[in-house]
Nanobody, 125 residues
């Protein structure tokens, strides 16, 4: 059993920066990857970024590449999402997720095993 808790979401203005954090607890020793998805009202849950725990390899969605950066703290068992140049279309509930299946490196929600409850990010112009 793994528990994930996101924090840091808030209301911001267009162009501002914000960093989200996610702390994992429980049976986390077999973590293969952690990542972030987001979901806006009426839309599917969308891949944002993920990071492989062993070597720090990252992938980003085209919509956030160059603006967002994912990082990990292997001791704290946490990840951050540094978001720069926020736009209204970035408004969503951001979910932290964790994959325990070694070798699985995908960008579908089905590729991940545990989820946090989400943290709301609202960007207004």
């Amino acid at each position: 059993q793994v528990q994930l808790e996101e924090s840091g979401g808030r209301f911001v203005q267009t162009g501002e920066s914000l960093t989200l954090s996610c702390a994992a607890s429980g049976r986390t020793s077999d973590t293969y990857a952690m990542g972030w998805f987001r979901q806006a009202p009426g839309k599917e849950r969308e891949f944002v970024a993920h990071i492989r725990w062993r070597d720090g390899t990252t992938d980003y969605s085209n919509s956030v590449a160059g603006r967002f950066r994912i990082s990990r703290d292997r001791i704290k068992r946490s990840i951050d999402l540094q978001m720069n140049g926020l736009q209204p279309e970035d408004s969503a509930v951001y979910y932290c997720t964790l994959c325990t299946r070694w070798g699985v490196w995908g960008m579908s929600p089905d590729d991940f095993d545990y989820w946090g409850q989400g943290t709301q990010v609202t960007v207004s112009s």
